[in-house]
């Protein structure tokens, strides 16, 4: 029987210990394992590798606990944009929507974009409409609102002494993009992630979590990668494209290059995040350079295991 099972990230930055009360922390354990169970029952009843990243992502987009969907962050002038992508190891066809505000999955509209227009990626006011042409369902942008997340973004503005746009953003006025990498029985390889971005964001700006090649990657050749993290270094250093890349002309293995990406090429540049990676053979790995990223996997060889805090911080294995 071949290898099969999905990988989840909630998002990745500074989540200490000391701030996370137990009732929170077991929320997001809660929150991952549902997510999990959803695209991972897909996969046993030998659903394809895509249906089972979506569902995953679609738990997460839906839950108020995750930067996506619901929960997003706010932008500058108080709303929510919301960005995602899928893509399909088999074919290497892919999808992406950013800056979208009335879809409430989004991941939905991107697998819509790969599989019902000749196109990659759509923005804004075109993919809400190409949305309203598939008879998705427009949700008004306050559906996406948390009180949490409005308070980031005040938080966010009485620290900032000026707008000074040249500053440097703060990775860490954001958190919990979401994201699933899946193999299913046949061998095939997908990645989907989805995020409201970075709080305060401005302009339009778009992060690497629908850019193909940045934020999401699946080559049934190699990999299938999906990130978190400060968005303009992933963009940068194209992360999920590189680590897939090293692996087919290395020939080193996922975590090794995940490692490599996420340790010696993202850290020196000052780039905050991770990834979770599935491999060919089904092999499971995740690497993050901050404190924490909220993660859960299950294969069909290795029970349920979720994960919030960096490994050896309070008993995390
Ligand atoms: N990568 C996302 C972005 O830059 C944010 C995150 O992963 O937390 O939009």
């Not at 306050?142 to 746009?165: H, I, M, N, V």
């Not at 290059?257 to 995040?273: R, Y």
Request: with cysteine; net charge negative; charged share 20%.
């Amino acid at each position: 029987m071949a290898e099969y099972g999905l990988v989840i990230h909630g998002g990745a930055g500074t989540i200490l210990k000391e701030k996370m009360t137990p009732e929170r922390e077991a929320d997001y354990r809660e929150q991952l394992g549902q997510s999990l169970k959803a695209g991972y029952d897909i996969l046993d009843q030998g659903g394809p590798a895509l249906d089972a990243v979506q569902a995953a992502v679609q738990v997460m987009e839906d839950s108020p606990l995750f930067n996506a969907g619901r929960g997003a962050v706010v932008t500058y002038v108080g709303h929510h944009e919301l960005d995602a992508s899928i893509m399909d190891g088999a074919t290497r066809e892919a999808g992406a929507v950013a800056a979208v505000q009335h879809i409430r999955n989004p991941i939905e509209l991107a697998r819509l974009v790969m599989e019902e227009s000749p196109h990659v990626m759509m923005v804004g006011a075109g993919a809400e409409a190409f949305a309203a042409s598939q008879n998705i369902t427009r949700v008004d942008n306050t559906l996406f609102s948390t009180p949490e997340r409005r308070e980031a973004l005040d938080a966010w503005k009485a620290s900032q002494g000026s707008a000074d746009l040249r500053k440097p953003f703060d990775a860490d006025h954001k958190f919990g993009t979401v994201g699933a990498v899946a193999r299913d029985r046949a061998g095939n390889l997908a990645a989907g992630t989805s995020t409201g971005g970075m709080t305060a964001k401005r302009y339009g700006r778009v992060g690497d979590s629908p850019i193909i090649g940045a934020g999401t990657w699946a080559d049934n050749a190699s990999c299938a990668v999906s990130a978190t993290g400060h968005g303009e270094y992933f963009i940068r250093y194209h992360v999920a494209a590189d680590i897939c890349a090293r692996v087919s002309y290395q020939g080193i293995d996922a975590g090794g290059a995940a490692d490599a990406v996420i340790h010696d090429v993202l850290v020196p540049a000052g780039g905050a995040g991770g990834v979770i990676v599935m491999d060919r053979h089904g092999e499971v790995s995740m690497s993050f350079n901050t404190e924490g990223m909220y993660r859960a996997s299950r294969t069909s060889r290795r029970a349920l295991e979720t994960a919030i805090f960096a490994k050896g911080v309070s008993g995390e294995q």
